[in-house]
């Protein structure tokens, strides 16, 4: 009776560390795949802000000119630092901007609508920053306008893959005339 006694506790104990390494196993798995979420490449979002257009020096100092804008952005993100995308501005309203040149003369460019897409290098250091420098072209129906964009945006996560972002630009069209930019948006990870 002792030996069937002995072996039904072995047994027992057996059945226990059996199922306490099915258990931890099984825990294990759960955390890993919790703590390695899937990496998002694609990003597309869409902002919308103001742009502030430089109007040049004048008898009552530095004008600037406001205009309404809508971003429209895609980026691919090679890895979680480093992605390119494609960023168009639409200015929402035709507008003209008068510049003084250096012999006093005021020139007069108008501008009907211009988009700009530009092609972009980011760089996001850590969690919330991303840092863009990029080229591109403004196009409008009077003429086209090359640029070099810098932008920068802060971003909050939200649920299902989207983000929150605020970004500050600043647009420099050479012979011509530079704007920043000051813009909200959403985007989504996919």
Not at 41 to 52: D, E, K, L, R
Not at 77 to 103: A, P, Q, R
Not at 112 to 137: D, N, Q, R, S
Request: aromatic share 14%; hydrophobic share 40%; glycine share 8%.
């Amino acid at each position: 009776m002792k030996n069937i006694s002995l072996f039904l506790i072995l047994l027992q104990f057996a059945a226990y560390s059996t199922y306490a390494q099915e258990h931890e196993e099984k825990y294990n798995t759960e955390i890993e795949s919790e703590g390695s979420e899937e990496f998002m490449h694609h990003q597309i979002g869409a902002m919308i802000g103001h742009a502030h257009i430089y109007q040049g020096s004048h008898a009552e100092g530095n004008k600037w000119l406001v205009v309404p804008m809508v971003s429209l952005n895609y980026n691919y993100w090679v890895n979680k630092k480093w992605g390119i995308g494609v960023h168009t501005d639409f200015i929402l309203e035709t507008y003209e901007v008068h510049e003084e040149d250096e012999n006093g003369e005021i020139n007069i460019l108008e501008r009907e609508l211009p988009i700009a897409p530009a092609l972009m290098g980011l760089y996001k250091p850590g969690e919330h920053f991303t840092f863009m420098l990029g080229v591109g072209e403004e196009f409008a129906k009077e003429e086209d306008l090359f640029l070099i964009r810098g932008e920068v945006e802060y971003g909050l996560e939200l649920p299902n893959e989207f983000e929150l972002g605020a970004a500050i630009g600043y647009d420099i069209r050479f012979d011509a005339y530079d704007s920043w930019v000051l813009a909200v948006g959403v985007s989504k990870l996919f």
